[in-house]
T-cell receptor, first 113, second 113 residues
Framework: DGGITQSPKYLFRKEGQNVTLSCEQN?????MYWYRQDPGQGLRLIYY???????QKGDIAEGYSVSREKKESFPLTVTSAQKNPTAFYLC????????????FGPGTRLTVT | KQEVTQIPAALSVPEGENLVLNCSFT??????LQWFRQDPGKGLTSLLL?????REQTSGRLNASLDKSSGRSTLYIAASQPGDSATYLC????????????FGEGTQLTVNP
């Protein structure tokens, strides 16, 4: 089955700890994205990558970091510098950067206490 | 800065009713508009993608229209069913590279049997 997988589905961390969220796709898509969703709100773009070894900041990149060493993988690290990390994190991909349809993974719910 | 607004925030209808969800955006210089469905605690499912040069797109009981000059899109759902209950999100893409989407906050739809 082709698609986007995110793991884990639920993640709990103590304040002050860094945590890495996994995103893998087997769609052979070039572009990948990370969004954050807070209750009752739309999605906000954290980072995106158009090609391997390249990525750009989105609207709310502070306190987050990413890497794109392989085409199929785009992990997101939530650092201790992120002031309000508790949220629902969604990964997406599109066949090619440039206004193509985006496909989303099932999401990871991160709770930091 | 692009802003996307969805009205109403919540809608409850009886089964079988035809309904319209609204999406408006402040900057008409978009490249495309995408409608998504989100079930509670899940990722997003793409429903329809309308390119800026198109006026509408149809998929089954769904029809999305786009009036770029007035900054509006509507999602029409015919003969609604309880399985249509979900949150519907619209998102616009301005740039031709990177597919940076700006999302509305969504309309939460409940279809009552």
């Amino acid at each position: 089955d082709g698609g986007i997988t995110q793991s884990p589905k639920y993640l709990f961390r103590k304040e002050g700890q860094n945590v890495t969220l996994s995103c893998e796709q087997n769609l052979n898509h070039d572009a990948m994205y990370w969004y954050r969703q807070d209750p009752g709100q739309g999605l906000r773009l954290i980072y995106y990558s158009q090609i391997v070894n390249d990525f750009q900041k989105g609207d709310i990149a502070e306190g987050y970091s990413v890497s794109r060493e392989k085409k199929e993988s785009f992990p997101l690290t939530v650092t201790s510098a992120q002031k309000n990390p508790t949220a629902f994190y969604l990964c997406a991909s599109s066949i090619f950067p440039g206004a193509y349809e985006q496909y989303f993974g099932p999401g990871t719910r991160l709770t930091v206490t | 800065k692009q802003e996307v607004t969805q009205i109403p925030a919540a809608l409850s209808v009886p089964e079988g009713e035809n309904l319209v969800l609204n999406c408006s955006f402040t900057d008409s210089a978009i490249y495309n508009l995408q409608w998504f469905r989100q079930d509670p605690g899940k990722g997003l499912t793409s429903l329809l993608l309308i390119q800026s040069s198109q006026r509408e797109q149809t998929s089954g009981r769904l029809n999305a229209s786009l009036d770029k000059s007035s900054g509006r899109s509507t999602l029409y759902i015919a003969a609604s069913q309880p399985g249509d209950s979900a949150t519907y999100l619209c998102a616009v893409s301005k740039e031709t590279s990177g597919s940076r989407l700006t999302f509305g906050e969504g309309t939460q739809l409940t279809v009552n049997p």
